[in-house]
């Protein structure tokens, strides 16, 4: 399940983006200003960041460079939320390292639709980094040298699910990709994880790469 942090000072807004995106199978954590988005960040990186740019304490600019500052929040999409929808700032924004400039009021369906888009680059840019890494620790092991990866002590189902997060999909793509409801996606992740004694998505990705498991090839 991907986590999103809503970052806006007004209440009313993130209440029902939060309802909104719940629905759809987010996890969904909210701040009221850029310095409380910015510690929520520092604890628990979110997978996507969606944020007004005029706020108090800290607003979204501030909060975008702060947040891009730091090593974990290099790759993390962002998109800004604007009721001033001039030139200049989207400028600012793109130039702070925001990917995407949504002017208020705006239709729910069109943040949605901005937010898959994110992710799913952000799929993509992780699965090819976790590639090109599983590529270049091939190169630098002799072939006798390599050990075989251990079965994985999984049913059939659930290592169908593995391989796919282990691709960086969402729990709705990979629902869609195999034909099963995103709450049976989180269950199988929920057995994978425990058998596995792993905590998230993370540490699974990282277990896969460590470990030598690699995809096959119709994935």
């Given amino acids: 399940m991907k986590k999103i942090l809503i970052v806006d000072d007004d209440i009313t807004l993130r209440t029902a983006l939060t309802r909104y995106l719940e629905k759809r199978d987010y996890l969904v954590r909210d701040a009221a200003s850029g310095l409380e988005g910015l510690a929520i960040f520092e604890k ?22 702060q947040m891009r500052a730091s090593r974990e929040g290099q790759l993390i999409p962002l998109i800004f939320l604007s009721s001033r929808g001039d030139v200049e700032d989207r400028i600012q924004g793109h130039i702070l390292g925001a990917d995407d400039y949504l ?3 705006f239709e729910p369906r069109e943040l949605v639709a901005k937010i898959e888009a994110q ?16 590529q270049a ?33 969402t729990n709705r793509q990979i629902g869609d990709r195999l034909f099963i409801s995103p709450r049976t996606v989180q269950t199988h992740l929920s057995n994978i994880l425990g058998k596995l004694n792993l905590d998230n998505r993370a540490q699974l990705v990282r277990f896969a790469f460590e470990n030598g498991y690699q995809a096959p090839e119709q994935h």
């Fill in 44 to 65: 628990d990186p979110p997978d996507l960041i969606v944020s007004d740019v005029m706020m108090p304490e800290m607003d979204g600019f501030e909060f975008c460079r």
């Fill in 103 to 105: 002017i208020k009021p």
């Fill in 119 to 134: 992710l799913e680059r952000s799929r993509r840019i992780h699965a090819e980094i976790v590639r090109l890494m599983q």
């Fill in 137 to 169: 620790k091939v190169m630098t092991v002799e072939p006798e040298a390599r050990p075989m990866p251990q079965p994985l002590p999984l049913t059939p189902a659930e290592e169908k699910v593995f391989w796919e997060v282990v691709q960086g999909y």
